[in-house]
């Protein structure tokens, strides 16, 4: 059943036409402080419309990844997303780049549990490979952290769910999609006050990569 669900969705790059239902997918995932707004979304597809990806099943958007490039040693680890993403705009994306960087993923909490996620990710992956990068790199939510906050370091709970000790819906479905942990970002996300402000600096290495 699974596989047949998986076989009607169709994952493919976002066009003008879905700008309206993007927008309004992006606030029912992350409320009004988080989320990505028509405005957004429209210049990210005027400048990078490869990098911005949905995922349809029955006729319905029910997920997307956004993405600039950049050379992530031009930001370095003590960046904000404001600053890695262009204030959401990615006037900042450097086609010159390396680095594949992830700004948003957004499933449906009605389709949770379809494996919509790990299709973005895979759609993500395959780019990274077509357009010769050296890497995927995302600033991590870490939704879970604010319930563990008083008996660890934001840094402490981050290596406890990559070991496997502690589970963290954003980080542990990360890393079972083969990205390793470089650093905590304090002071990442502003209104993200589950995850305490806090980031989680994931990266997935492209093994096609060579240097040229």
Request: one cysteine or more; glycine letters at 8%; hydrophobic letters at 35%.
């Amino acid at each position: 059943m699974a596989k047949q669900v998986e076989q009607e969705m169709i994952v493919r790059n976002i066009e003008q036409k879905d700008l309206e239902e993007v927008a309004a997918l992006s606030h029912k995932c992350f409320g009004p402080g988080m989320s990505l707004k028509y405005e957004h979304m429209e210049s990210q597809l005027n400048i990078f419309p490869k990098g911005q990806i949905c995922v349809e099943y029955g006729g319905k958007i029910v997920g997307c990844a956004l993405s600039l490039i950049v050379n992530f040693s031009d930001y370095g680890y003590d960046h904000t997303y404001d600053e890695i993403s262009g204030d959401g705009y990615i006037r900042n994306h450097n086609p010159e780049g390396v680095n594949l960087y992830g700004i948003e993923v957004g499933v449906d909490p009605d389709y949770w549990n379809m494996n919509i996620g790990k299709q973005l990710y895979e759609a993500r992956k395959k780019l990274c490979k077509e357009l010769h990068l050296q890497s995927i790199i995302i600033g991590g939510r870490i939704p879970n952290y604010y319930q563990y906050a008083d008996k660890m370091s934001a840094e402490q709970y981050a290596k406890a769910v990559m070991a496997d000790k502690v589970y963290d819906p954003v980080l542990t479905f990360q890393k079972k999609n083969g990205f390793q942990l470089n650093k905590v970002i304090a002071n990442y996300l502003p209104d993200d006050k589950e995850s305490l402000q806090y980031a989680t600096s994931m990266e997935w290495k492209n093994d096609e990569y060579e240097l040229t």
